[in-house]
């Protein structure tokens, strides 16, 4: 067979080089030597073929194809390294011979982890996916919706797709990005379940519109990029992305990929269920105006203009509703983008990177309500007490002196610091409550949140880590009284000032909430604990600790499913 030239390729050719090729006295590689695993220490060459109706490469599958699309003419070429770029080349789901490298460049708490799916499938959560062309972004996208099957994808690149080819236009991106939003946003009006938004996003500007369309719906984000090896390797990267990016542009957006380190990081509520949270903030304070005349007298000497409180105005005028964002969270650190002091570090923790969009089960076991704040307190299990990071409750566990007094007013209060604490015996005595209620068991802890939810099942906290977190040595000296009554209070404990806002006064912070917990924490420290020092109230009782600290004791704690995210 007389042959005049060897065909040979690299990774730099383009299909109309190749076709080219194939009809000026070039030979075509056989596609049975790609395929098998006998590959000989040189290609095997057909013979001369002058004419050619379809090169036979286009009929390869997607992975050998791209190595022919990718390919010129040079002197030789190894067996070995056909090998390693069809290996490379192969990074979709679907492939057997790379399916465990795929899976573990996938592998997220949201894409396995059985409780996180099912709390996904069940709320409204915006997928962030950034990542440069080739990094795997587009594989990523396919599997979250794979396992999310009514998700929608939002992307700038389906904007200069023309009968399924790819024809990108510079002076058309803004429009692409324009349209983009626009279909984001109508997924979130239609109140879609999971959204996706599909784009490079290479700075923290390109994805604040996104941000925003989040908050304003009430959605939940998750930033997330493909753990690929080479996501940041510039020329792996333009020889892997599938829209011909030269490698000088894609070196300058390697150069100009940002780290996305949000406002604070934090376990996060659904929209239903910060519903039913904040119904049930609003109901207690009600009752508590009610019940303690001292409280609500406090409170309308420092909103004079207030004059209806029964029918539940106050909470509406005392705390302003926002009438945009309604879900609530509990912080784990404020991180202020990297900005606040160890911020960064925090960010950067392998346990934080680990648990990052992750379903955690937290314990709600009370309530508090100031002159200030309106806050749930929540008891945090062990995996999620590692994240855990308060700056307040770090300062005073630093504190060599006790408190003055059982309240420390802060510095942010608008109101005037209480001359003494005033007797919670000084409301109205009531007969005696009867003992302690027992816990609720862990697997009937739900029963109306369920109701409320509309179907909505919450997921139980095993009980052998329910035992681990709430083992207590009731005889020992150092456990305070009130723990003795309610075993989840637990004044003297880390991670006491975990809790979720539910309210404010004008012109004050939600970081005041912790404070003014970490106040009660104080007060209940060194105060006794009886039963007839506790009112009955609905679900739970009552104390009255000064005319603008009142505290919600729940019999039956609830379990509930937040997610660990941060808020851009």
């Known amino acids: 067979m007389a042959l005049s030239h060897i065909v040979v390729f690299n990774l730099t050719c383009s299909p109309e080089e190749i076709i080219l090729s194939s009809t000026v006295n070039c030979k075509i590689l056989e596609p049975m030597s790609l395929a098998t695993n006998s590959f000989s220490s040189s290609m095997q060459i057909l013979e001369n073929k002058n004419v050619t109706p379809r090169p036979r ?55 396995e982890d059985k409780q996180t799916l099912k709390f996904i499938k069940e709320s409204k959560i915006m997928f962030v996916i950034r990542g440069l062309s080739g990094s795997g972004k587009s594989t990523l996208v396919r599997h979250l919706q794979s396992i999310y099957h009514d998700s929608i994808v939002c992307s700038a690149d389906n904007y200069f797709m023309k009968d399924g080819i790819y024809c990108f236009d510079q002076e058309k991106l803004s429009s692409a990005h324009e349209h983009c939003q626009e279909l984001a946003k109508k997924a979130c009006i239609e109140n879609r379940n999971v959204v996706i938004i599909d784009n490079t996003n290479v700075r923290y500007w390109e994805a604040k519109p996104y941000f925003i369309l989040a908050s304003n719906y009430n959605y939940i984000n998750i930033v997330a990029s493909p753990n690929t090896p080479w996501k940041l390797d510039a020329k792996e990267l333009s020889q892997r992305n599938k829209h011909d990016v030269d490698l000088i542009t894609i070196k300058r957006k390697v150069s100009s990929f940002e780290d996305f380190i949000p406002f604070y990081y934090g376990w996060f509520v659904n929209e239903q269920l910060s519903a039913r949270l904040l119904s049930m903030g609003r109901d207690y304070f009600k009752e508590c105006t009610e019940l303690y005349p001292l409280f609500r007298q406090h409170l309308e000497t420092l909103c004079p203009d207030i004059t209806v409180i029964s029918d539940g105005n106050l909470i509406k005028d005392y705390f302003p509703e926002d009438l945009k964002r309604k879900i609530v969270h509990c912080t784990s650190r404020y991180v202020g983008k990297g900005r606040a002091e160890g911020g960064k570090e925090y960010h950067q923790k392998e346990d934080v990177q680990k648990s990052y969009g992750k379903v955690f089960i937290v314990t709600l076991y009370g309530f508090i309500i100031t002159d200030k704040t309106l806050g749930a307190r929540i008891h945090l299990p062990q995996e999620a007490l590692v994240l855990f990071d308060n700056p307040e409750e770090r300062q005073r566990d630093m504190a060599s002196s006790p408190l003055k007094s059982p309240v420390s007013p802060s510095k942010t209060s608008r109101h005037s610091p209480l001359k003494s604490p005033v007797s919670p015996r000084k409301t109205p005595k009531r007969s005696p409550l009867k003992p302690q209620v027992p ?23 095993p009980s052998s880590q329910a035992k681990d977190d709430l083992s207590l040595k009731s005889e020992s000296k150092d456990v305070a009284a009130i723990t003795k ?20 006064a004008d012109k004050i912070q939600s970081k005041q909430t912790a404070i003014d917990l970490l106040d009660i924490c104080d007060i209940e420290k060194s105060s006794p604990a009886i039963p007839q020092d506790f009112e009955r109230v609905k679900e739970g009782k009552s104390r009255l600790y000064d005319d603008s600290h009142c505290c919600i004791y729940l019999d039956k704690p609830y379990n509930i499913p937040v997610l660990f995210t941060g808020s851009y």
């Open 57 to 111: 490469w286009l009929d390869l599958p997607k992975a050998i194809s791209k190595f022919f699309l990718r390919n010129r003419l040079v002197d030789t070429v190894d067996c070995k390294e056909v090998q390693e770029i069809m290996a490379k080349s192969s990074t979709t789901p679907q492939s057997s011979a790379n399916s465990n490298i795929v899976a573990e460049w996938m592998r997220f708490p949201f894409t």
């Open 439 to 461: 816990l609720r068991k862990p697997s009937d802890a739900n029963a109306n949140f369920d109701e409320c939810i509309r179907g909505i099942s919450l997921l139980k906290t």
């Open 485 to 504: 009554l309610f075993p989840f209070v637990r004044p003297k404990s880390r991670g006491r000032a975990a809790h979720m806002t539910l309210g404010t």
